[in-house]
């Protein structure tokens, strides 16, 4: 198959192309059966309402109440109005939060994406066995065990006993590190949870990335070479359109996931110093847990909810149209 | 250009393997040996006492049957559940398909913390509290979301076109189903199972939290068991880690490698 | 079809589930078993056996026991009360017993505090904490505390032959210590910054509290200058003998007990030695123990009480089996046999230890003696969440560090315990 990437391509995608034209006129046969999407849907549905869909309404309504571990017990529970969220709204902690989780989950997506993309670019080059050790890389770092991965960071970067402190020294650049705690100053704890949280999400973006670019069709990348075509221009007219829905994808989820991290930050800075590495997810567990005060906790949590829906409403809009050609 | 992509490649790698490298390490040295101010990069003196003290601590042979069933069903159900739903979303127009896109990734930002509460009283009024069918579900919730979106951007990629060429040709639905769009969607079907996996077998929280008794726990429950109020014995638990990572680890080495290298030489060729 | 039966595959799959049901309800209500949790790590295996045949044989009724895990048990707790068929007696850690005593979760027990305490004094640090508006709602299962552990030859090396009785004889000997080993990377004793178990001890000992009590109402008492001599005597010893690089961590990383079996550090303050056996068993002859010497002489710093109490579910169907099985754990010849004797905790009178003391080996003797002088957290559900949120790790990591003043923190602290200790939960 011949293509001129010189047309075709730069104004539409190959793959919304081929589907525009395949889908243009759907087979009568599918209308005649209006309830079987809804029956091939149906399993799906039933169980996210009933984990996910009813526990959100719950959530909405214990934000609502004066939820506490006493209702927990006893079933007894007080209607709060909107006093979770008027204490929530007009928490000092608030803005600062709020700020620390916008910042800190722009520089993990970025780091994330930037890195997985990256890689699952690279494997698509590379020979049989290199690829083979980059995919075991991935899956390795992926199968470790939370409790387990936490641990192993704190073993290496602790003052003293660990082993990047000990490799920087050698480097010499920053000079003796031996003595340094990276949990003593927000940015160097904040360093710290990064490079954890990226270690541990690279590997999902870069699989899912990866195996996005295996579906298109290498006579695409043989046609621009025929052409000339340049890597940077090969990536922008083919690679990207194609890969644009699962990028798409993975960079919502990534924005979701990093935007509540709390299990990373949690044991290795317990939001310190002096809290200034608490972000909502830590914000979300203090109050609800700590405090025992699920109301609250569930008023921050709707709260974030609705920061994340106006945040990737835009996205998540394009992204849903994506796929608008059957 | 080859050999810039060999470097980056291995470098790559080993930055990314340290940690793991650091666990196993470590796993196979008498455990004071992390404490030391020059770090000793091979086990030596070599020990496998850590990894004789993991097997043999209790409750390791259940909590790896618990987590083995429960980690095949949420896959298996997972993937089967999302490919119909992704089916429907790609193949069919109708009322309410949009806003159940929507729905599925609204219900993703919840962060996991508050939800531990409402899901807990969800189970609860439907009586499904400590039985595998309440974990079951719980974690299929919790990976449906990526892998019906995941599957939906791998269909869209196939041109109905293939389906009902093979249809003129006298295919019935189910060999148009197995023989192209499976074959097809391959690649997707193992990132997504690789995520299912994955969330299912390293979950402690609810594994804890919905299975009241003991004889219910899985494997991360276990895991989190060389932790007591003396100490923790942090030699057990990195040795374990290793044993508990393992499986998944070749396992799915293998798998996606053949998996995708097959997929590669399919049909979508142009 | 194909299609029929792929999309009957996920039904299958849900009903081979449910065939497979849940584990086995162990839970039944039928009068002669009950269901007891225990947490990990704590009594062992010998110890509950001795416990369970005691009460089988006084009751004729079965014990389940099923181990829980330290992470996240609160809410696992919390949850598994919740739910209609509970457990019916719970290990619960001492400080966080009035979380589930004022919330309703557990039996009232006042009625039968003489009978199970059987004309007992029980530990302050166990019983305080059970206590919640002078009812009672839990009994004490045993004790742990915190005795000072050191290197015999390290001391020796520097001329410190005799373990220390006074606070002044303490640091002149760790002046010592510390003279002769020069090494940046070695504490002559290694105290973590979080370290708050440990920390406490200084300001009991300087004649502080946490918080005090005034009718329902508590109140933060870090800023009182008792408390204040306290937390400055104890960062002047925390700046003094431990590293720079152990200011704002906690005790596990680095951890302190691997430290110490390393020779990196030459005394921990800490519950037992079996840990530090565990990582190096080839120092047992080279440890010795005693408590934390007081700074009025002849008197030793309060500990921080460690420990665990046993509870009933208010919920339980097992009421009266439940209270006898509390019977069976608090009754003095358990308590001698099994807690002292079988696992070396700390029993949970004044009685039963002075009883035990003489048979003692000496690295548990320490433990025991530092055990009589005794301080407990404010006895309100909202210390689980000071506990919890870490925040007082974090005012003692302010400290530490010099990130604030000894004043400056107690301050915040104290704004911080107004609001929680005072919170409805």
Known sequence: MMINLGTSLKTSPPAAAAMTVAGAEPPPRRRRRPLLPYGLLLPAAAILALTLGYPLLRLVLISLQDYGLRSLFTGVVGWAGTANYIAVLQSPDLTPVLARSIGFCAALVIGTLVIGLGVALLMRQLGRRMRAAVMFALIAAWAIPNVASTLIWQWLFQPVYGVVNWLLTRVGVLGDLTQHDWTTSAFSAFTLVWLLVVWQSVPFVALTLHAGLTQIPRSYYEAAAIDGAGPLRVFTTITLPFLRPILGLVTILSVIWDFTVFNQIWILTQGGPSGRTTTLGIWTFTTAFSKNSFGQGGAIAVVSVVLLIAMTAVYVRRLVRSGETI | MRIARNTAATLFCVVWLFPVYWMVNTAFKPYGDILSTTPRFLPFPFTPANFVDAVTKSGFLRDLGNSVLITAAVVAVAIVVAFLAATALTRFRFPGRRGFLIGVLVVQMVPVPALVIPLFLSLKSVHLLNTFLGLGLTYVALVLPFTIWTLRGFLHGIPVELEEAAMVDGAGRGTVIRRILLPLVLPGIVATSVFAFITAWNDFLFAYVVMKDQSGYTLPVWLVSFSTSTGTDYGGLIAASTLFALPVVVFFALVQRRLVEGMTAGAVKG | ?425
């Open chain 3, 1 to 425: 079809m194909p299609r029929r039966s792929l999309a009957a595959l996920p039904l299958a799959a849900a009903l081979a589930l449910a065939a497979c049901g849940g584990p086995a309800d162990t839970n039944s209500a039928q009068g002669k078993a009950i269901t007891v949790w225990l947490m990990d790590g704590d009594l062992s295996d010998k110890a509950v056996a001795a416990i369970n045949t005691a009460f089988e044989k006084a009751t004729g009724a079965t014990v389940t026991v099923q181990v829980q895990e330290w992470d996240n048990i609160n809410t696992k707790i919390s949850t598994a009360l919740a739910q209609d068929s509970t457990p019916d007696v719970l290990e619960i850690g001492n400080t966080d017993v009035p979380l589930f005593a004022a919330n309703g979760a557990l039996a009232d027990l006042t009625d039968h505090k003489a009978d199970l305490s059987a004309g007992q004094d029980w530990l302050p640090g166990l019983a305080g904490p059970a206590t919640v508006d002078g009812k009672i709602y839990a009994a004490p299962l045993f004790a742990g505390n915190r005795a000072v552990v050191y290197r015999k030859s390290i001391w020796a090396k520097a001329g410190v032959t005799t373990p220390p009785t006074t606070y002044a004889e303490l640091t002149a000997d760790l002046d010592k210590v510390k003279a002769a080993n020069p090494d940046p990377a070695f504490s002559a004793f290694n105290f973590p910054g979080q370290y708050w178990y440990g920390a406490l001890q200084f300001v009991w000992d300087a004649g502080g509290q946490l918080a005090t009590q005034d009718g329902p109402k508590w109140t933060g008492a870090l800023e009182k200058p008792a408390a204040q001599q306290g937390l400055k005597a104890w960062q002047q010893f925390q700046n003094t003998y431990s590293g720079a690089a152990s200011r704002n961590v906690d005790t596990k990383a680095p951890d302190q007990a691997a430290m110490f079996a390393q020779g990196n550090t030459s005394a921990i303050l800490d519950t037992s030695v079996n840990t530090i056996l565990k990582d190096n068993p080839s120092i047992k002859d080279d440890i010795g123990t005693f408590p934390f010497p007081g700074a009025a002489p002849g008197r030793t710093q309060p500990v921080f009480l460690g420990g665990s109490d046993l509870g009933i579910a208010a919920k339980s169907h097992n009421q009266d089996l439940a209270l006898k099985y509390l019977k069976t754990a608090a009754d003095p010849n358990v308590q001698k046999s099994a807690i002292a004797g079988i696992d070396g905790w700390t029993p949970v009178s004044t009685q039963i230890i002075d009883q035990v003391t003489p048979s003692l080996p000496p690295l548990s003797a320490a433990f025991f003696a530092a055990a009589k002088s005794s301080g407990a957290t404010p006895a309100t559900a909202g210390w689980a969440t000071v506990e919890s949120d870490k925040s007082i790790n974090t005012f003692f990591a302010d400290i530490a560090t010099g990130r604030k003043s000894t004043a400056d923190a107690a301050r915040d602290f104290d704004a911080h315990l107004d609001q929680a200790l005072n919170a409805s939960q």
